[in-house]
């Protein structure tokens, strides 16, 4: 097991450069400089244009280029071009307001998801399964923002919720617990918006999933043995059902920043997301890289995670 | 509480479907295998439903095409400022040029802010919307089919140290690594903001899941008789892949690419949502909806009508994938049947 992860984790490390390679190469390929960004501006003269060049190296070939980011990155000395302060601390800074919003929309996914798609599969062709279903396909093909849009109309004027930023301003002062609940309460509409479609995803899988374990042999056994229905349904078809999800706990981490850019747009969240929609406005190259970089890391990792906890949690598997 | 109880039925291998299909003509009750997948499909109302909607909508946006193209009966392009932001239904006003006035001197759907019929532009836009659609996931479809296929067939060949398959998988890896609607905002951004741009970035993000499922059932047909026939007669192995192979793998690949379009739909909505998307004077459902947003006090038409458009048309597409997937999926339709 353990010379399994530490071989996994090798190839994952040489996968990471090759990603890191063929993203620098694919953003500095395209068209677009960020010394193309301002072309109408009268102050900015072809001398300007040569000394921006010059300071971000752009000038330089693609390999240099490349080499100087990730020199700059390992030793953290690496720059934004929009204003020139480190990006790193940017990031991790906006990573914690992004933190919360994913935890909470998380565990909003899969606290919801369960029961409803164990229901829908109990009572599979009910009414109520047909219900799930409709709305589930519903929830996955409307897009996000026109559903968001809708409902914040309705619940800014039935509830009174905040839908902007992340606290009230002037809260500063206020004691802790209060601060709490203000950023508490400023979750609430984001996290609950972003998690419908999870939950509708996700619902699904558990419906389909129950409904392979129950037709399964040892659940006609235990009901056959005259165990009660919650014993056979949680004790024995749940806990077998939930293998595949286990895996799906590792994939969650990339959403962290790519999963968010629609919803921290329409709340006005600064998370990471949003971070790389500007960076992407103004052509921050190193932000923008380095983003990419962090997702991809995260998306191996997650993979890793994933496979680690199936192999913790399925005994008949064996990392070799 | 009874229990449906089915019979344990072992994983039907492709070949085996097709033994029973043998078996089945040979008993004097030949049905083609597409034959069968209808009369399983015809069976899900819902999927029924997503069916008619579709071809519905793909009429939509033919005619579109043609009387907002071709034959212009409505112009989405003309502007009618005394017109501007009517309710649906409402009738046009005298001060209207008799150039301009509407087919019947109606606004079905309303007009937008500049008094543009928003009828003729989303007749326009339908045509624009689905072709982003289809088009992306034609792009994702062929490079999927290609690289799974290549892979599947050809896996074992070496080039140099490494094998065909390791370095077409790796590859699939690479890209599946990347966290794909930034790096489709990233491209789309930084290229000039064209239709086929983004149908294309769409495309090249999204063929990943068709050459792994390519990939698999290639490995698995390449094992079958048919193909060591095939071998046999000396067919040369370009024809076997493409004759032989690939449309025995595509029925996965049908499900997934239906449910793409889908998801290529919603991108192209969510890009014109940051503003990156299909520039004027293009009309799509997506850029619509992104321009309505303004206007949601005033003029809620302008949100409501593209959003429901495009929920109608991708709901569609994923009912009709999932009844695909599940007139596809044998246990399944021995279940059901």
Redesign the interface.
């Given at each position: 097991m353990w010379r399994f992860i530490a071989r996994t984790i090798v190839q994952r490390l040489l996968l990471l450069v090759v990603i890191s390679i063929v993203s620098h190469t694919v953003i500095h390929l395209a068209p677009g400089e960020p010394s193309a960004v301002d072309t109408m501006n009268p102050m900015m003269k072809a001398e300007d244009v040569v000394r921006i060049r010059k300071a971000f190296h752009l000038d330089e070939p693609i390999y240099l280029q490349y080499v100087h980011w990730l020199k700059d990155l390992c030793t953290g000395e690496l720059k934004s071009f929009r204003d020139g302060l480190p990006v790193v601390p940017r990031i991790w800074e906006r990573f914690l307001n992004s933190l919360p919003l994913f935890l909470c929309t998380s565990v909003i996914v899969w606290t919801a998801s369960f029961p409803i798609g164990i229901q829908a599969a109990l009572k599979r062709g009910s009414r109520y399964d047909r219900g799930a279903t409709l709305l589930a396909y519903g929830l996955i093909s409307v897009p996000g923002f026109f559903l968001s849009y809708l409902l914040i109309l309705w619940v800014v004027h039935t509830f009174h919720l905040p839908v902007i930023g992340l606290r009230t301003f002037g809260t500063e002062g206020e004691s802790g617990f209060r601060r709490l609940m203000d950023r508490l309460w400023h979750l609430a509409i984001p996290s609950s918006m972003a998690a419908l479609t999870g939950i509708a995803v996700l619902s699904r899988y558990v419906r389909a999933q129950m409904l392979e374990v129950l037709g399964q042999d040892y659940v006609r056994t235990a009901r056959a043995k005259g165990l009660d229905e919650d014993q056979v349904v949680y004790g024995h078809a749940l806990r077998n059902a939930l293998l595949p999800f286990v895996t799906m706990f590792g994939l969650l981490l990339p959403g962290l920043i790519s999963g968010s850019v629609i919803f921290e747009q329409i709340f006005a969240w600064p998370g990471l997301g949003l971070l790389g929609y500007e960076a992407i406005l103004t052509r921050d190259f190193p932000m923008i890289l380095t983003l990419n970089f962090i997702a991809a890391a995260l998306t191996l990792l997650g993979i890793l995670v994933s496979d680690i906890l199936y192999a913790l949690v399925d005994p008949r598997i064996r990392l070799e | 509480?009874s229990?449906?109880?089915?019979p344990?039925t072992p994983e039907l291998a492709p070949g085996a479907a097709r033994a029973a299909h043998a078996d089945a003509e040979a008993l004097g009750m030949a049905e083609t295998p597409a034959r069968a997948l209808w009369r399983a499909f015809r069976r899900d109302r819902?999927a029924m439903l997503g069916l008619y909607v579709l071809l519905a909508s793909l009429v939509v946006a033919l005619l579109g095409k043609l009387l907002t193209g071709f034959w212009v009966v409505f112009d989405p392009a003309a502007v009618r400022l005394p017109d501007k932001l009517l309710p649906p239904l409402s009738a046009a006003s005298s001060a209207i040029g008799k150039d301009l006035l509407p087919p019947f001197h109606y606004y079905p759907f309303g007009t937008d802010e500049l008094g543009r019929n928003v009828f003729a532009r989303m007749l326009q836009g339908a045509f624009v919307s689905l072709s982003v659609g289809i088009v992306a996931v034609g792009i994702s479809l062929v490079i999927g089919v290609t690289v799974g296929g290549l892979a599947g067939f050809y896996g074992q060949r070496k080039l140099g140290p490494i094998s065909v398959d390791s370095l077409l998988m790796?590859f699939t890896?690479?890209v599946?690594?990347?966290?794909?609607?930034?790096?489709i905002?990233?491209?789309v951004?930084?290229?000039?903001p064209s239709i086929y741009n983004i149908m294309i970035v769409i495309g090249i993000t999204s063929w990943m899941s068709t050459a792994r499922f390519v990939r698999a059932e290639c490995l698995a047909l390449r094992e079958q008789d048919f193909i060591t026939a095939a071998t046999a007669l000396g067919l040369p192995p370009w024809r076997i892949l493409f004759r032989h192979m690939i449309p025995n793998a595509m029925a996965p690949v049908l499900v997934s690419a239906t449910i793409n379009v889908?998801h290529a739909i919603?991108t192209e909505?969510?890009l014109s949502?940051?503003g990156f998307g299909v520039r004027p004077p293009y009309a799509t459902w997506?850029n619509i909806?992104a321009d309505g947003?303004s206007y949601?006090f005033d003029a809620p038409w302008l949100?409501l009508i593209p959003?429901a458009a495009?929920?109608v048309v991708?709901?569609a597409?994923?009912?009709v994938g999932?009844g695909l997937r599940d007139a596809l999926n044998p246990k399944l339709r021995k279940?059901v049947g």
């Open positions: - | 509480m229990i449906p109880v089915e344990v819902l790796r890896d690479v599946l690594c990347f966290p794909t609607f930034f790096l905002l990233t491209v951004a930084l290229l000039p889908a919603l909505s969510a949502f940051l997506g909806l947003r949601i949100f959003g495009i929920l991708v709901l597409f994923n009912l999932e279940r």
